[in-house]
């Protein structure tokens, strides 16, 4: 009798670890999804609060047009370019964004005109 109770002691064993791997598993994937929902939310927060300073873009290349730096052929080129360049920065600043997010708005203006200035040759030549 008593090797049949072992058995039986032995599988009610196994099968509360099973049961407490398998809650493990559904915790550590509900974490992750958690993980990689918090992620694109500040990805959406980063990409809106950048949208809304799209406008600093165009800004700063009438003002380089202004000073001469740049020719465009009027206002629907230089909006054109000014996408161009929403195209190339923003991943960085949407990169920056996440990291900081509460960066003051006058912080990312400062930092969308160093980064038009870095990529001046590489989107006009485009």
Known sequence: MAPFRVAIQTRK???????DQVRQQGEEARR?????????????????????LVSRIYARLAELEKNETIETNGFFDLWRTAERFQDKIQPTLVRELIEKPAM???????????????HLDAVLEA
């Open 13 to 19: 064993e196994e099968q509360a670890r099973q049961q």
């Open 32 to 52: 992750e999804d958690q993980r990689k929902r918090d992620e694109q939310f500040k990805q959406f927060q980063a990409q809106l609060k950048l949208n809304s």
């Open 104 to 118: 003051p708005d006058e912080e990312i203006g400062r930092r969308i005109e160093a980064l038009v200035g870095e």
